[in-house]
C-alpha cells in the first residue's frame, strides 16, 4: 500500500472494532511518576499511522498569527531542518517518533520509514459560531464535518483562541486525541490554549507551576508564551496520535491507563528534570529565549521528552 493512503483505507478493518472513546493517554487520574517509574511501552495489535499523514487544522476563533505561525513552523521542522544544521534539531525528536515502526508485525530490520506530517487544509473560524465553549458530543462532530466534508485522507486538528473552553482539556490534558464515535471511529486533536485556560497547568514551563514553585520559570522561545506551549501539547499529543491513533496501538503496558510516548515522559525537557523543574536546556543569547530544539526557517522550540524505544527510557534532545 503506497505512503499516500487515507486514514481510513490504514485503520477501517481495526476501527470497526473500536466501540467506545479513547480515554485519552495524556489525562491524569493515575499514579504514574516519570522521574521514578520505569516505562514500558507495548504493542497492542493495533495500528500507528504511517507513510503520509495530511492534517486539517481549524483554528477556532481569533488564534492570532503568533500562535498559527509558530505551530505551522512546528509542523514544517518536523521534515524540513534549518539551513544552518545547528544541533539538535526537531527532525531528530521526529525520528524517535518515526522509530515506533520497529514496534510494529512485520517491520524490516534498519532505520524505520519516515512519517511526512504536513498541512494539506486550514479554515479559520473567527464569528465563534458553536460558541465560546465545547463540547466532545455537540460540538467537536460539528467542526470537524465542517472542516473535512467527510474526507477521511486527513486528521483534524481543532485549535482553540484564548477565550475557547475545550472540554475535557485543562487540568492534566492541554491537548488530546480522541476518536469520532461509531460508526467509524476515526481519530482527531484537539488543542487548549493554555493563556487563560489553566496557565499554571498549560503554560508551564513558561509560568509557574503553582505559587511558590522553586522550579524555574522558562521564557518562550519565540517570545509568545501560548504559542510555545501549544507547540509543547500539540508534538505530545501528535506523537501519541501517531503511535496509538485508534486507542489499540502502541502504548503504556497498563491498559487501564493508556498513556503513549510523551504522556509517560510529561514534565521533561532536559537533563536533570524533577517536579516543578524542566531540567537544563539550551538559552538563546539574543532573546533569552529557553530551547532543546533547532528548526526551521532557524525558529527554535522547547519539545517535550518522549519515551525513546531503543533505551526504552525517557528521552529528551
Aim: with cysteine; glycine share 10%; aromatic share 6%.
Amino acid at each position: 500500500m503506497d505512503s499516500s493512503s487515507s486514514l481510513s483505507t490504514r485503520l477501517l478493518a481495526l476501527a470497526l472494532s473500536v466501540s467506545l472513546l479513547f480515554t485519552s493517554s495524556s489525562g491524569h487520574g493515575h499514579s504514574w511518576d516519570p522521574y521514578t517509574d520505569k516505562a514500558k511501552m507495548i504493542h497492542h495489535d493495533g495500528p500507528m499511522l504511517t507513510g503520509n499523514v495530511k492534517l486539517a487544522l481549524m483554528w477556532y476563533g481569533d488564534c492570532g498569527k503568533d500562535i498559527k505561525n509558530t505551530m505551522r513552523n512546528f509542523i514544517k521542522s518536523l521534515e524540513l531542518p534549518g539551513k544552518d544544521h545547528l544541533q539538535p534539531q526537531v527532525t531528530r525528536w521526529w525520528e524517535v517518533v518515526e522509530s515506533y515502526q520497529a514496534m510494529m508485525p512485520g517491520a524490516k530490520p534498519g532505520k524505520s520509514p519516515k512519517i511526512k506530517v504536513e498541512v494539506v487544509k486550514q479554515l479559520t473560524n473567527k464569528s465563534y459560531k458553536h460558541g465560546k465553549v465545547l463540547t466532545l458530543q455537540a460540538h467537536i462532530p460539528i467542526l470537524i464535518e465542517e472542516l473535512t466534508k467527510g474526507d477521511t485522507k486527513v486528521l483534524p486538528v481543532i485549535v482553540a483562541a484564548r477565550d475557547v473552553s475545550i472540554q475535557g482539556l485543562c487540568n492534566g490534558k492541554c491537548a488530546d486525541h480522541l476518536l469520532t464515535e461509531d460508526p467509524k471511529p476515526s481519530p482527531y486533536i484537539i488543542v487548549g490554549n493554555p493563556e487563560t485556560e489553566c496557565p499554571e497547568e498549560c503554560g508551564w514551563p513558561f509560568v509557574p507551576a503553582k505559587p511558590g514553585s522553586k522550579g524555574p520559570v522558562l521564557k518562550p522561545p519565540s517570545g509568545n508564551m501560548a504559542a510555545d506551549a501549544m507547540v509543547i501539547a500539540f508534538a505530545s499529543a501528535l506523537a501519541d496520535a501517531v503511535t496509538n491513533p485508534m486507542g489499540n496501538g502502541i502504548y503504556h503496558e497498563n491498559s487501564a491507563t493508556p498513556m503513549g510516548p510523551a504522556a509517560v515522559c510529561k514534565g521533561i525537557f532536559g537533563p536533570g528534570a524533577a517536579p516543578g523543574n524542566p531540567g537544563k536546556v539550551q538559552t538563546d543569547p539574543k532573546t533569552g529565549g529557553n530551547f532543546n530544539a533547532h528548526g526551521n526557517k532557524s525558529k527554535r522550540f522547547l519539545l517535550p521528552a518522549i519515551w525513546n524505544p531503543a533505551t526504552k527510557a525517557c528521552w529528551t534532545l
